[in-house]
């Protein structure tokens, strides 16, 4: 590839710079430079070009119509570059992103997966820990972090939402029976005590019971469902295993909720291509349909 017609390279940053302040003092301050660098810089690009780019006039400057063209498309290049110079820099130091998730979430659906993973982008490692609402990405030294959308965020967090939660009452096949005959008993959670309420809500359904049980985590209720204890609340994510294998039914189907599974992180994860490979998993496994 020929490259023949290429300006001088070094003076395009300072040009850039005096294009968007409209200003070579502003563009100085900016890049750590003087004045007449900037200025230096900017006669170079136009000797080459054999064009004015700027117009002085009263001790200001004033982009012409050449020297706009020229800056959109410089400025443009030199971010594609910045972005791929980032990527660079990642390819070569990040081989392990740090990871924060809901903790039923975690033990039902992440950590069966993670082979997955690690069988797309091999060499990586995830140091995965366990947590559940508001998270400090900084002070944890934690990467990404996967979350309900059910707090308030810092607005310099990067959300990408994953998927919408759906849920539904689940039990073990075996209990159905108990559901027919209305003697069910209802398991909840101490995490999400409104869970079966938001339920009947949202589906215009109720299940009569004779009991209620109650756990810490939607880890232990869905535990006990599996154990035929008794019938609970489900987010399809930290069902779908069990429903595949056939130790969870799903009775009523699932319901969208207003809910995302979101992921926060403090980088732009489009120009982080570990927490941009990480993400873009997460949404495929994530879409996975149910094989029942």
């Not at 070579?24 to 690009?45: C, D, M, P, Y």
């Not at 200001?60 to 400025?75: H, M, N, P, Q």
């Not at 934690?142 to 607005?155: H, K, M, T, V, Y």
């Not at 489900?234 to 319901?255: C, K, Q, R, W, Y």
Request: proline fraction near 5%.
């Amino acid at each position: 590839m020929k490259l023949n017609n290429l300006p001088p390279l070094g003076p395009l940053k300072s040009f850039c710079a005096a294009a968007k302040h409209q200003s070579f003092t502003k563009a100085a301050q900016e890049l750590n430079l003087t004045h007449g660098a900037i200025s230096r810089a900017v006669q170079q690009l136009e000797q080459h070009f054999g064009q004015t780019l700027f117009l002085r006039r009263n001790r200001r400057i004033y982009l012409t119509e050449s020297g706009r063209f020229f800056a959109d498309k410089v400025t443009a290049m030199l971010k594609q570059l910045e972005i791929a110079s980032e990527h660079m820099r990642a390819r070569e130091t990040e081989t392990c992103i740090s990871v924060s998730c809901e903790p039923s979430l975690a033990m039902r659906w992440l950590m069966p997966r993670l082979s997955h993973f690690y069988a797309q982008v091999p060499g990586v490692e995830v140091h995965l820990s366990t947590a559940g609402g508001p998270v400090d990405l900084a002070a944890q030294n934690i990467d990404l972090a996967i979350r309900r959308s059910d707090f308030q965020w810092p607005a310099d967090y990067w959300v990408t939402p994953l998927t919408k939660e759906r849920i539904g009452p689940v039990c073990h096949p075996g209990y159905l029976d108990k559901l027919n005959q209305q003697t069910a008993v209802l398991l909840h959670t101490r995490t999400r005590p409104a869970a079966w309420a938001d339920w009947q809500t949202l589906s215009d359904q109720e299940i009569t019971f004779t009991g209620e049980q109650y756990f810490d985590h939607f880890y232990f209720s869905l535990q006990a469902a599996v154990a035929g204890l008794g019938i609970a609340i489900g987010p399809e994510s930290l069902v779908t295993d069990d429903l595949n294998m056939g130790h969870l039914v799903a009775p009523f189907g699932f319901i969208t909720t207003d809910t995302d599974y979101v992921a926060l992180t403090l980088k732009n994860p489009q120009r982080t291509e570990l927490l941009n490979s990480f993400i873009s998993w997460l949404e495929q496994e994530l879409s996975v349909p149910l094989q029942v």
